[in-house]
């Protein structure tokens, strides 16, 4: 099973509607992170948090907003989905600490349509 | 604020030959600096690091990086290339010593490789 799991993996969904991605990681880190991928510009950041009672925006985060459940489950929200959220997300975790190596740990994604 | 420039959004090469991604950045402090590669409907995955030891580093895979405070680069090579290597790469910077491993990312170059 994957370290870091996200899902659903693949949503289309309509404008407006409410959708939430779900994040769980079985590495037992403290710092988990939010980004979306689109073509030509790389992964930017939404949101992150380095523990439990610890929540950041990111360089992107309007339209968007985080839960962070438990040390081990992230999620992320659309309250009013719009077509230029359509976009691949990305969670991520990172230790702290002496296993602070500097290197983030991946999901496999979530594909997001927007229509 | 940090930043990440990657000249060519694509790159073709054929097997064999050499492979060479380009890497800019701008950091205020001194940077730790990452390579990332993306295979197709996967999450990221680490290639390499620098984070103040050696500048030259090795990762997975014969890659290696070289880190030229002086160019402010961290170009990415491998001496020859396989079609395994068929995928997209993304350089990333963090602030080093910060609290956090808040990366930014480029833009991502994918690499096409011919037989």
């Known amino acids: 099973d994957a370290d870091v799991t996200q899902t659903p993996r693949n949503r289309i969904t309509k404008t407006g509607k409410r959708i939430m991605l779900e994040c769980s990681q079985t590495k037992g880190h403290d710092r988990m992170y939010w980004y979306r991928q689109d073509p030509g510009l790389g992964l930017r950041l939404i949101y992150y948090?380095?523990?439990?009672?610890?929540?950041n925006k990111g360089e992107i985060s309007d339209g968007y907003s985080v839960s962070r459940q438990a040390q081990a489950k992230f999620s992320l929200s659309l309250e009013s989905a719009i077509p230029n959220q359509t976009a691949l997300y990305f969670c991520a975790t990172s230790g702290t600490g002496t296993v602070n190596t500097g290197e983030l740990f991946f999901g496999e994604g979530s594909r997001l349509t927007v229509l | 604020a940090q930043s990440v420039t990657q000249l060519g959004s694509h790159v073709s090469v054929s097997e064999g030959a050499l492979v060479l991604l380009r890497c800019n950045y701008s950091?205020?402090?001194?940077?730790?600096l990452f390579w990332y590669v993306q295979y197709p409907n996967q999450g990221l995955q680490l290639l390499l690091k620098?984070?103040?030891?050696?500048?030259l580093v090795k990762g997975i895979n014969g890659f290696e990086a070289e880190f030229k405070k002086s160019e402010t680069s961290f170009h990415l090579t491998k001496p020859s290339a396989h079609m395994s290597d068929a995928a997209e790469y993304f350089c990333?910077?963090?602030?080093?010593?910060?609290?956090?491993?808040?990366?930014?990312f480029g833009g991502g170059t994918r690499v096409l490789v011919k037989p």
């Open positions: 950091s205020s402090v001194p940077p730790y």
């Open positions: 948090s380095f523990d439990v009672k610890d929540i």
């Open positions: 990333a910077v963090s602030e080093s010593g910060a609290a956090g491993n808040k990366l930014t």
């Open positions: 620098y984070t103040s030891a050696a500048t």
